[in-house]
């Protein structure tokens, strides 16, 4: 059973950029993985996915300044944020879609001040 930890957030300053990492226990080469934001009072919103093998795709309202990547040997994807806006103020996820089902971290708190 794959498990996820997301961690790299904290209080940040717009302008700013930040990396947020997703460490699994547990094989995730062959799978792919996504990024999931929860602003306050907002429905959960996917940011994108990354294949087994690095393809992207990112959801229209953050094309531009999201890029996720992976490390395969390490078991850990990667969301880098550039230019934060205090509008991405939120509980960023990372899901893992497995055979059996998908598998969500606890998350990490990101806040943007202006």
């Known amino acids: 059973q794959v498990q996820l930890v997301e961690f790299g957030g904290g209080p940040v300053q717009a302008g700013e950029f930040l990396r947020l990492a997703c460490a699994a226990k547990?094989?995730?080469?062959?799978?792919?993985m996504s990024w999931i934001r929860q602003a306050p009072g907002k429905e959960r919103e996917l940011i994108g996915l990354?294949?087994?093998?690095?393809?992207?795709n990112y959801a229209d309202s953050v094309k531009g300044r999201f890029t996720i990547s992976r490390d395969n040997a390490e078991n850990t994807i990667y969301l880098q944020i550039d230019r934060l806006k205090p509008e991405d103020t939120a509980v960023y996820y990372c899901?893992?879609?497995?055979?059996?089902?998908?598998?969500w971290g606890q998350g990490t708190q990101v806040t943007v001040s202006s």
């Open positions: 899901a893992f879609y497995g055979a059996t089902g998908t598998v």
């Open positions: 547990g094989n995730i080469s062959g799978s792919a």
């Open positions: 990354i294949s087994s093998d690095g393809h992207t």
